[in-house]
């Protein structure tokens, strides 16, 4: 969602003569986009305010002014703090209000803080997104009910709002007609998705709105989403898997924890059985399927008992990618005011062990496709004269040899060597498919077994 948000900023302050730039040495105005889901994340911020002080101080010597401004989940939470740490910022903005951006550079009142949080108003305000590449992401539902015990994104990105389907259909359309071919609809909780139908007669919930983008979009060769919480995969979402070659068998379903008591104390709503058997739903409609998740290792109250459960499903479920991380205590949330803290070292010392687990199964799943015939959607250039980078239909980072005329094709690859973080690959012909066929047709998707 930040790269997201980020995107849509360029695009509104294009009209007034900004264009985006690499470095920051020249440029009139600097903003920092922002997250607050770990406390890393939001000190980070504050180092590179104080960098960036130096350098709107040493630049203003010249004659010149660096316009400040800080965005996004941090700025929404800690709006009045950066203010007080940071008095030079100019501008805080939070994650529903940066469409003000033009406006307010224009305005001679320093500092500037809005942060409020009008549901869905802001994509009223952002022009539609256009594609500044093949891969591109679409919002759909903004926002998060859940109330996870650990969780800032209920106060950071506000109450659940879904966008109506016509608009996501059209901002998809606008897309695929400027070069996207590979869609990834985005959430917060992007699976409770229930945005009123085109026809305003009643609401879509996301396995529908699949279907209709598949139906209605010709030139989209891949379809994604997330993330998605377990409790609100429904039928129709299991039968979009079984159904839709073009949605790609991959999902990131984060579970967080194996142990039921922890499960209750995160507030996530499921058991660590329920995960499981949604698992197999998903598996029995698409075999093909594989899944990431993530995980949070040390939250308040967890034991050895608790953190073995995480690691035993962990080992039945197996995982082709996952993130792991510490507990982070979020001001606010309740799981931040438990007397049950976690000593650090023993949060090392589990997050230690559980990545080596899940780094050993991701080896596990990318060392299958050696050999292996692999279709892959080109979209970028690579850093070696003559390499093109794509990706798989499981996210794999895939590098292979080949002319610049095939960037946005579905190419066909042997993979013939497994990196760390990646896949090379050769070609079996030399050609590139159209999308006149089936995507089944095209890649025999459904064929690969994992």
């Known amino acids: ?46 180092s590179e305010l104080g960098r960036l002080r130096s350098f709107k101080k040493a630049r203003k010597a010249t004659g010149k002014n660096t316009i400040l401004v800080v965005i996004g989940c941090t700025a929404q939470a800690n709006g009045a703090e950066i203010l007080e740490r940071a008095p030079y910022v100019d501008i805080v903005l939070g994650t529903q209000t940066y469409y003000r951006l033009p406006e307010i550079v224009k305005s001679a009142t320093r500092p500037f803080s809005d942060l409020e949080f009008p549901s869905g108003d802001k994509f009223n305000h952002i022009p539609p997104p256009k594609a500044n590449g093949v891969a591109v992401f679409l919002p759909v539902q903004e926002g998060c009910n859940k109330f996870c015990t650990f969780c800032v994104v209920p106060y950071t990105r506000g109450a659940e709002y879904s966008r109506p389907a016509a608009a996501v259909l059209a901002d998809a359309q606008f897309l695929i007609e400027t070069g996207a071919r590979d869609i990834t609809l985005i959430g917060q909780n992007v699976n409770t998705y229930h945005g009123r139908s085109p026809d305003g007669t009643g609401y879509w919930g996301l ?11 010709d030139d989209l060769y891949r379809l994604r989403f997330l993330t998605s919480h377990p409790c609100h ?24 924890s194996g142990s039921d008591r922890i499960l209750a104390a995160m507030n996530r709503g499921h058991t660590a059985a329920d995960y499981c058997r949604l698992v197999e739903r998903l598996r029995q409609a698409c075999p093909a399927l594989a899944l990431s998740s993530d995980f949070i290792v040390g939250f308040p109250g967890e034991t050895e008992a608790d953190f073995q459960a995480t690691l035993n499903l962990v080992r039945s479920i197996g995982y082709a990618q996952a993130y792991s991380f510490k ?11 438990a007397s049950d ?39 970028r250039k690579g850093t070696l004269v003559g390499q ?51 995507y089944e047709e095209q890649c025999g998707l459904r064929r690969l077994q994992v």
Request: glycine share 4%; net charge positive.
């Open 327 to 337: 507990f982070s205590p979020r001001p606010g949330t309740p799981a931040a005011q």
């Open 233 to 256: 995969v429904d039928d129709s979402l299991i039968k979009a898997f079984r159904d839709l070659p073009r949605l790609m068998p991959y999902l990131h379903l984060p579970v967080q």
């Open 388 to 438: 093109l980078i794509g990706r798989s239909p499981y996210m794999q980072v895939v590098t292979v040899n080949a002319q610049e005329k095939l960037l946005g094709k579905i190419v066909n690859l042997r993979i013939h060597r497994i990196r760390s973080n990646s896949l090379d690959g050769t070609f079996l012909v030399d050609s590139a498919h159209s999308a006149d066929t089936s």
């Open 341 to 379: 803290q976690i000593p650090e070292p023993v949060k090392v010392d589990r997050l230690v062990r559980l990545q080596r687990i899940l780094s050993a199964q991701q080896k596990m799943f990318n060392t299958t496709f050696l050999g292996r015939e692999v279709p892959v959607l080109l979209d």
């Open 1 to 46: 969602m930040n790269v997201y948000d980020s995107n849509s900023i360029i695009d509104i302050l294009a009209p007034f003569g900004f264009i985006a730039s690499d470095r920051p040495d020249d440029a009139d105005m600097i903003i920092l986009m922002t997250c607050y889901i770990r406390e890393k994340a939001a000190e980070k911020m504050f």
């Open 207 to 217: 396995g529908k709105l699949l279907r209709a983008l598949v139906a209605k979009t």
